[in-house]
């Protein structure tokens, strides 16, 4: 198998003279419509097919949908089996409403062998099968991490200042009460920046993955591979205690964000920390790429915009033995926010064959590598190969050396091959269940309810839709996904 560690010219010699392609401009006057989110996945779209479209004289035009809409419009159009595109490219969690509707064609055994599946890391490769059938193309590749001033924490001033208030070193935070101290410690205080943190905190924005990136760490035991349901009943677990005591401390520390962080989507958050607003961000991994470039970033060139795995919680709630466990170290799950978008082919497309092709292209460790590592493509990775392939994030990305380089790798690295980590929740309703959190989410943070009697709320929502959707139905697809036997013993 080809590895993609090369130049541009290399890569587009591979992708012309690739098998796929043999015949002289196959789909020759055939135009493929692509569903994508507006914004920056579909605005990197035209270059990322661009090769595609040269070698098969076929062409590509992109529908952008509002993120807002995007699950919606999807599902209403298949549902009544009416056309929307030739290739979908949508959020992860979607593949469980698509796969059990019956909507979407699996992926040919051909295209599986073709794009490497083994290069994809393990969770992404099974966030494109259910049952063990694949259905999906990858694309991108989504997980959380957290950004983190290096310049400002090795501030010498600053870590005595903070040794001296805090009664421990600045470092990067290993558990959410540290991020919290190190976060108030630089906001309001003229050391370098304005506030200490932003985060992903907006109703529709995404806020129900900046909070699960939180929960994750007090409520996730590596034992139970179980996270958001009780995989024996189908009870939501987000009233727990564990879920409770992340949603009281996210509150808590909210003094020292940035003062939009409850309405901030990704692109803000983002923006609030390359452009030199906040010390920490914990958001999806475009960051460290946007952050070197100097069209968009203040702090590009400098080697300061660092990432590391995201904080965690010395205490756990072991909701197996239904109690708190104090913990010798820092519990610290990866968590996979969003899962990724990724390419579905309607049973409806009117080109299947030319989708097909253009789905394998999208999919390959090349075009994937270049989209990964280029600014505010909107695309991440998903690739073992991508992440090994250090030069090119140095020659392409934008990082000073390979050292600045690494240290972003690594954090996405430590984070996907975490024994706990949690992936997208991808069973059917996931919209519904989303929306009812993010709710009480809001709630919460603006004072309309306690943490604790939002998410008691929230927690009764998810049983209803449970109940609406069919929980025995419902409980084999979570136990599905879980790798767990369909039927509970």
Not at 348 to 357: L, M, Q
């Amino acid at each position: 198998m080809l590895k993609y560690g090369v130049g541009l010219m290399a890569l587009s010699s591979a992708l012309l003279c690739s098998s796929s392609w043999a015949q002289d401009l196959p789909f020759a006057g055939v135009n493929v419509i692509v569903a994508n989110n507006a914004g920056g996945n579909s605005d990197y779209m035209p270059t990322a097919v661009a090769g595609w479209e040269e070698a098969t004289g076929g062409s590509v035009s992109v529908e952008p949908i509002p993120f807002a809409d995007i699950k919606e419009k999807i599902l209403t159009a298949l549902g009544a089996d009416t056309f929307i595109a030739d290739l979908l490219v949508v959020p992860s969690g979607l593949a469980g409403d698509l796969i059990a509707g019956g909507y979407v064609m699996p992926v040919p055994e051909a295209s599986i062998e073709k794009l490497d599946y083994d290069d994809l890391f393990p969770g992404y490769r099974k966030n494109l099968s259910w049952d063990g059938v694949a259905y999906a193309w990858p694309w991108d590749g989504d997980v959380f991490t957290l950004n983190y001033r290096s310049d400002l924490f090795e501030n010498e001033e600053y870590k005595a200042a903070f040794a001296k208030e805090y009664g421990y070193d600045l470092d990067v935070p290993a558990t959410w009460k540290q991020y919290a101290d190190i976060a108030a410690f630089f906001s309001g205080t003229n050391r370098g920046v304005q506030f200490g943190w932003a985060e992903v905190g907006g109703r529709g924005s995404g806020s129900f993955h900046a909070f699960s990136a939180r929960a994750v760490g007090y409520a996730k035991a590596a034992a139970d591979p179980a996270f958001y349901f009780d995989p024996e009943t189908m009870d939501a677990r987000i009233g727990n205690p564990g879920f409770v005591k992340a949603l009281e401390d996210w509150k808590a520390a909210l003094p020292a964000a940035i003062p939009s962080v409850t309405t901030l989507g990704a692109f803000e958050t983002h923006m609030a920390f390359i452009t030199g607003q906040v010390a920490m961000a914990v958001d999806w991994t475009d960051t460290g790429v946007m952050g070197n470039d100097p069209t968009l970033s203040t702090i590009a060139g400098t080697g300061a915009n660092a990432a590391a795995i995201l904080p965690g919680s010395d205490t756990l709630w072991d909701a197996k033995a239904n109690s708190w466990e104090t913990l010798e170290t820092p519990n610290q799950p990866g968590y996979a926010a969003f899962g990724g978008w990724i390419v579905f082919i309607p049973k409806n497309s009117r080109n299947p064959e030319a989708a097909i092709s253009l789905a394998d292209h999208l999919g390959s460790a090349a075009i994937m590598t270049r989209a990964s590592q280029t600014p505010n493509s909107g695309v991440n990775p998903a690739r073992i190969s991508t992440l090994d392939d250090t030069a090119g994030w140095v020659n392409g990305a934008g990082f000073t050396d390979e050292a600045h380089a690494v240290n972003y790798l690594d954090s996405m690295r430590n984070s996907l091959l975490s024994e706990n980590l949690v992936y997208q929740l991808r069973i059917p309703g996931y919209s519904q269940y989303e929306e009812a959190l993010e709710l009480a989410i809001s709630e919460a943070l603006t004072d309309q309810k306690t943490p604790e009697q939002a998410l008691q709320d929230a927690a009764a929502s998810w049983n209803a839709i449970t109940d609406r959707l069919g929980r025995e139905k419902q409980l084999r697809y979570y136990r599905s996904d879980l790798g767990l036997s369909a039927d509970v013993q």
